[in-house]
């Protein structure tokens, strides 16, 4: 945001105040009078920072599957780190919606990562290569 834009909000009765950050943060801008969101909206303030970033690493989600044909980013995902750990974050809120707790993935999103093969369940860490065998343990040479 610019310096004009900030002068223009502080003008209009608009701080960076906790009501703004819980506006940003909740969706919920019943507190801002008409001609304050006009204001922000004019200034470009963003406010659904959530859902822009969902669709993004939703549409990043979309090329790793055109590209490797499922939906199973690691979470280290070298190319891009943050698209597996958002998945993993998918994960969790569904984990979270089937114990009935409050979570973002509502139902249109749950839909959209459904209908591509979206994969709730965390894989199992598969073993290290090259892992040493136990030398307690019985490999059939006794």
């Not at 209009?12 to 703004?20: H, K, T, V």
């Amino acid at each position: 945001m610019d310096k004009e834009s900030k002068a223009r909000l502080k003008e209009g009765g608009i701080g960076i105040s906790s009501q703004l950050l819980d506006c940003k943060k909740y969706q919920k801008c019943d507190a801002l009078t008409d001609e304050q969101f006009r204001l922000l909206a004019e200034a470009g303030f963003d406010f659904n920072p959530y859902g822009n970033s969902w669709d993004r690493h939703y549409q990043e989600l979309l090329e790793y599957k055109e590209q490797h044909g499922d939906c199973r980013v690691p979470q280290r995902y070298q190319p891009n780190q943050p698209l597996g750990v958002w998945v993993r974050k998918q994960q969790e809120n569904f984990k979270s919606m089937q114990e009935g707790k409050k979570n973002p993935l509502n139902p249109e999103r749950f839909e959209l990562l459904q209908k591509i093969g979206f994969v709730w369940q965390r894989s199992a860490r598969k073993p290290r290569k090259n892992k040493k065998p136990n030398a307690n343990s019985d490999n059939g040479s006794s």
